[in-house]
Nanobody, 127 residues
Framework: QVRLVESGGGLVQSGGSLRLSCAASVRTFSTHAMGWFRQAPGKEREFVAAIDWSGSSKYYSDSVKGRFTISRNRTGTTVNLEMNSLKPEDTGVYYC????????????????????WGQGTQVTVSS
């Protein structure tokens, strides 16, 4: 059974930084693209960032571009999201996602999502 486990959320002041991590339980996901989504209270889940299987291609939403950086470790089974210059509107539950059809970021760029989700980690940015 595939498990995605997020960690690293917390409370931070506006302008601060946090680093989220997502660990996959199955090594085969080192050949899959992975993404991060978030959901603010009362809003729909939205795409944040994605990375391809090799770590060489990355894709960001306009709202986080230039502030967030997605990366994956050498074995490919852990994906990190470095979040800088955080704003109160970045508050929400952040979810890791994988299991798209492609090992590239194209599915995420087309608005798709993978089959597998983590349980989420709360990020709260105070003003």
């Amino acid at each position: 059974q595939v498990r995605l486990v997020e960690s690293g959320g917390g409370l931070v002041q506006s302008g601060g930084s946090l680093r989220l991590s997502c660990a996959a339980s199955v090594r085969t996901f080192s050949t899959h693209a992975m993404g991060w989504f978030r959901q603010a209270p009362g809003k729909e889940r939205e795409f944040v960032a994605a990375i391809d299987w090799s770590g060489s291609s990355k894709y960001y939403s306009d709202s986080v571009k230039g502030r967030f950086t997605i990366s994956r470790n050498r074995t490919g089974t852990t994906v990190n999201l470095e979040m800088n210059s955080l704003k109160p509107e970045d508050t929400g539950v952040y979810y890791c996602n994988t299991g798209t059809r492609s090992s590239r970021i194209s599915d995420y760029q087309a608005g798709g999502v993978g089959r597998y989700w983590g349980q989420g980690t709360q990020v709260t940015v105070s003003s």
